[in-house]
């Protein structure tokens, strides 16, 4: 049994990406670990902190893809990261004993700070706050003294950091008092946009779990296909399909995938029939998953109270752990 410790940017309605490369995760977890999961708000306002309109909407609305892809908060704790205070005490702390160097040196940042200073904007400066990222990350994780990370690959350079931080607490105050989380990552294959670039909001190439049928079916169609195919009759390439033929693999089983392949490479199967099905396929998938998000909608008083009985059940937890550190590390 781990201490399992994540969470998500409050970055709005999720999509499929985030489903496949770590919710489902997460619902696998659940059943025989004791699973935290929060909304990381602040690290939204890191970058987003100009534009805090729809802040309280983004949390929300992440709570309920969460509920409603399977996370059972009877199972896992769901908090929100701003409503635990004690994790920015801990933040003080390890930002302290973090070297400089080992900020600057994160890859995901790095990237972040390229596309921050692109914008041109008058706030495009990184601020203090961005510099920080993988301390308060660690603060996150160390907060409930996680042993186990579940996240998808582009956050395992922050874990590493994280699991540096803890050693030097450990050595600093000789102690053990603190796990070495591992991160845990999804085998899964990651799915691509529509437009066969990483799938993004910011890039308009997503499936949102919140879209309806229609609106799903409607983007499946649009998905790119193999370029050199301009006929029904034309013989296809299946794995210079860029996107729709990845899909069946990443939703189809065997047979079906087998079947698309050879209709495709005989030149029987249309694209847009193909697609046509593929569409009906992902619906399929998450049919039951968007009727719990509606439920959900309509009974906005439950999401509410998972977050608040999570919250203050996370903050129980915190208080005792940032006893132990203040004793730690010898504060008044
Ligand atoms: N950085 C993560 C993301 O962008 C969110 C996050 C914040 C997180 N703190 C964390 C993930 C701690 C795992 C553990 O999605
Ligand atoms: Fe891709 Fe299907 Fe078209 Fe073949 S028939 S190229 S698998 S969309």
Redesign the pocket.
Known sequence: MQRI?????STGRLHLGHYLGVIQNWVNLQNDNDCYFFV?DW?ALTTKYDNTKDLRQDVIDVVIDWLASGINPEKSTIYV?SLIPEIAELNIYLSMITPQNWVERDPTLKDMAKILRNKESANSQISYGLMG?PV??SA??MMLNATA?P?GVD?VA??EITRDIVRRFNNLYKTDFFNEPKPLLNHCSLICGLDGNKMSKSYDNDIKISDSEEVTAKRIMSAITDRSRIRRDDLGHPDQCEVAFKYWQIFGDETQVDIVKSECEKGTRGCADCKRQLGALVNERFKEIRERRRYYEAHLNEVHDVIREGSEKTRAEARKVLTEVRNIIGMY
């Open positions: 410790v994540s969470g998500m940017r990381a690290h990261q990222y308060l990350m996150d994780i990370v996240v956050q922050h874990i």
